[in-house]
């Protein structure tokens, strides 16, 4: 981190469409694994749950059940696909950062929301993939409810399949950015990069967007509802 510029181990790879190609890992939208890199998320998720126990899992399947939303219903993840470890938790955790912060550690696959005294509230998390990892200070400068996805040229030009949602892609439950999103800012320039839903619990503890850091949709809903504009995020090193 360079006086809180960021800096993208891979900037040219890693802005050509960050936030949507990422975004694409957590749909149904046209085979939500044929963008994927390889096969090593479907098969480093496989049996995630196993170690959990019975009161992890109850709590999930209350944190994690259905939502009422006011345009689209959210279904219930399916917690049997969730390693316990990412869970939404009150936890311990100590920086120097003000109480609201959101601090992303791609390395150990949380974002963390400061809430003061020590304590912060930790989501599970899908992150940038090898190639694509990136460090530094942002901030939230634009937030978005059921936001419409477009690819970008870049995107379009390596995954063809998403070319006929070159006009942008309505609302709903297959758009890739999910419920809800959070645009990260640099001195008043997008930087392609966003917290986004994700409907996808085995994406969970994985590498692999372009960029952007995924939450399970309630995860996503319960930290953008507690996120103003200019809400400082930093992103560790991973």
Not at 112 to 140: K, L, P
Not at 176 to 203: F, K, M, V
Request: aromatic share 8%.
């Amino acid at each position: 981190m360079r006086n809180g510029q960021i800096i993208n181990m891979n900037r040219g790879n890693a802005n050509a469409g960050a936030r949507d190609e990422a975004a694409l890992h957590g749909s149904g939208l046209l085979n939500r694994r044929s963008f994927l890199v390889g096969s090593a998320v479907g098969l480093g998720t496989l049996g995630l749950a196993g170690c959990a126990t019975i009161d992890d899992m109850s709590e999930a399947k209350k944190i994690y059940g259905p939502v009422a939303d006011k345009r689209f219903d959210i279904p219930a993840v399916d917690v049997s696909k969730l390693d316990a470890k990412y869970v939404r938790r009150t936890v311990r955790y100590h920086s120097k950062e003000a109480p609201g912060t959101i601090i992303v550690d791609p390395g150990n696959y949380y974002v963390y929301r400061m809430e003061g005294d020590g304590n912060a509230t930790r989501y599970g998390a899908n992150v940038g993939r090898d190639g694509f990892r990136w460090s530094g200070e942002a901030y939230v400068g634009r937030k978005a409810e059921w936001p419409i996805w477009t690819p970008p040229r870049e995107m379009i030009a390596r995954q063809p399949e998403a070319r006929k949602y070159a006009g942008g892609m309505a609302p709903g439950l297959d758009n890739p950015l999910g419920a809800r999103t959070l645009y990260l800012y640099q001195n008043g320039r997008y930087t392609l990069y966003t917290i986004y839903s994700t409907s996808d619990p085995e994406t969970i503890g994985s590498g692999i967007t372009s960029g952007c850091t995924g939450l399970l949709t309630q995860d996503m809903m319960d930290l953008y509802s507690r996120t103003p504009i200019k809400t400082k995020v930093v992103v560790l090193p991973a």
